[in-house]
C-alpha cells in the first residue's frame, strides 16, 4: 500500500517570508498523481497544486511551487511571500492511475507571524 | 465549489442508533468518495462508486455501508454508531476525463457519538 508521510506537524513563517513543506511518499507505481491541498480553519479542502509523475517540470500556481524528486520519492511545497491567509493545514495526497482515492499525509500546520 | 453539498453539517447521536449522511452533486459526475478526519491522521478513505448501484471498500470501510442509487446522490451509513466513529466525513468527486482527475471535496459534516 502506498503511504505519504509528512514529517513537520507544525511550521511558523514570518509574513512575507518564503517556506517550504515536505512530502515523502512509498509507491511501486510508475504512473501516479501527487497533490497538495490546503484546509483553512473553515475546514473546506482546497485544492492547492498538482503534479504527474512523468511530469519532470515542477509545477506551479502563483505564489505556490512544488519540488518534485521523483527518485528520491519527495515532493515538497514552496510557499513564496506568506500571507496571513496562507495559515491552514496543509496535506499531502497520493493517487495511483485510474480514479482511486486519494491517500493523504497526516498534514502540517503552517503558522504566519505577522 | 464543484457543486458539492452535504447533509446534515453537524450530527450528535448515541451509541448504537443508526446514522446516514448524505452527499449531493449537482454536475453528473461520476466518481464519488467518502472520506473520515481525525486528528493525527488525515483524511482516510471510507468507500468510494465509480456509478450508480457500483461501490468499493477503501481503507477504513469496517463499521460504515454506502449506497447509490441516483448519480447526485452518495449516501453513507452507520448501521450502529460507535464512539469511534466520531468524525469529520468529506465527501468528495473526481473530475474525470482530466489529465489529474483532480478530486475536489464537499463542506464535511462533523458527526459526534455519544
Known amino acids: 500500500a502506498q503511504t505519504v508521510t509528512q514529517s513537520q506537524p507544525e511550521m511558523s513563517v514570518q509574513e512575507a517570508e518564503t517556506v517550504t513543506l515536505s512530502c515523502t511518499y512509498d509507491t511501486s507505481e510508475s504512473d501516479y498523481y501527487l497533490f497538495w491541498y490546503k484546509q483553512p480553519p473553515s475546514r473546506q479542502m482546497i485544492l492547492v497544486i498538482r503534479?504527474?509523475?512523468?511530469?519532470?517540470q515542477n509545477a506551479t500556481e502563483n505564489r505556490f511551487s512544488v519540488n518534485f524528486q521523483k527518485a528520491a520519492k519527495s515532493f515538497s511545497l514552496k510557499i513564496s511571500d506568506s500571507q496571513l491567509g496562507d495559515a491552514a493545514m496543509y496535506f499531502c495526497?497520493?493517487?495511483?492511475?485510474?480514479?482511486?482515492?486519494?491517500?493523504f499525509g497526516k498534514g502540517t500546520h503552517l503558522i504566519i507571524q505577522p | 465549489d464543484a457543486g458539492i453539498t452535504q447533509s446534515p453539517r453537524h450530527k450528535v447521536t448515541e451509541t448504537g442508533t443508526p446514522v446516514t449522511l448524505r452527499c449531493h452533486q449537482t454536475e453528473n459526475h461520476r466518481y464519488m468518495y467518502w472520506y473520515r478526519q481525525d486528528p493525527g491522521h488525515g483524511l482516510r478513505l471510507i468507500h468510494y462508486?465509480?456509478?450508480?448501484?457500483?461501490?468499493d471498500k477503501g481503507e477504513v470501510s469496517d463499521g460504515y455501508s454506502v449506497s447509490r442509487s441516483k448519480t447526485e446522490d452518495f449516501l453513507l451509513t452507520l448501521e450502529s454508531a460507535t464512539s469511534s466513529q466520531t468524525s469529520v466525513y468529506f465527501c468528495?468527486?473526481?473530475?474525470?476525463?482530466?489529465?489529474?482527475?483532480?478530486?475536489?471535496f464537499g463542506p464535511g459534516t462533523r458527526l459526534t457519538v455519544l
Open positions: 503534479q504527474e509523475a512523468y511530469k519532470q
Open positions: 495526497a497520493y493517487r495511483g492511475g485510474g480514479a482511486d482515492g486519494l491517500t
Open positions: 468528495a468527486i473526481s473530475l474525470l476525463g482530466t489529465t489529474y482527475n483532480e478530486q475536489f
Open positions: 462508486s465509480y456509478g450508480v448501484k457500483d461501490t
